[in-house]
């Protein structure tokens, strides 16, 4: 990327919401990328039970909250960036109070809602969302809100029954799995920064960890999409 791009990494700005697997992994390649300020929300507080996935934290951090671990350790791996921590809930109204002063969202959630209520945010801040998500062996990335590809909201138009899909903690998540897909979200993140590569723009990559093979699965703009579709510009507009 030349010292051009490392000048660009310098200068963005990114907000990763969630310090748990896919934020870990995520949060630690940036830093050592020497992204220049890193933003980590994340309401929790560390666990026994996070540390076989959630590599940003150690035992020395027990119930400590996940975004002072986080802090630390980032500002261990490069002391150069500026790290800010956001140790709220991400709803409706936080999400806009702090990503609004981000120039790109890294998705480390494990629900649904969250995940609709930043794509809300990213579509409205005019900002890219890099998601990602885990189950069990299996794992999905791409780069969403960006000019002319889909939003959340287009591949997943309302988010599925409640209890229909069991939560990470129920169905188990192999530790690896978070570590793929999170450093994934950190290389989609770097590249569009820099302007490196063909970003997942409309492209849904899909890991099957059983069988240790990656499917890419078309994503395309749905104009009849609730959140960003042609329908509602026009009914916005009028």
Known sequence: ?????????????????????????AALYLAAAGVGCLGVADDDAVS?????????????????????SARRRLEDLNPEIEVRTHPVRIDTDSVMEIAGSYDILVDGTDNFGTRYVINAACLRLGIPYVYGAVYRLEGQTSVLCAKDGPCYQCMFPSPPPDNA?????????????????????AT?????????????????????????????LHAAKNPDCPACGVTRKEAKST
Do not use: C, Y
């Open 1 to 25: 990327m030349g010292e051009e791009g490392q000048l660009r990494l310098k200068s963005s700005r990114v907000l990763v919401v969630g310090a748990g697997g896919l934020g870990s992994a």
């Open 48 to 68: 026994v039970s996070n540390l076989q996935r959630q590599i940003l934290h150690g035992t020395s951090m027990l119930d400590r909250l996940k975004t002072t």
């Open 188 to 216: 989609e993140t770097i590249k569009w920064i820099v302007g490196l590569g063909e970003p997942l723009v409309g492209r849904l990559l899909v890991l099957d960890g059983a069988s240790m093979t990656f499917t890419e």
């Open 165 to 185: 899909i069991p939560t990470g903690q129920d169905a188990g998540i192999l530790s690896t799995v978070p570590g793929i897909i999170g450093t994934i979200e």
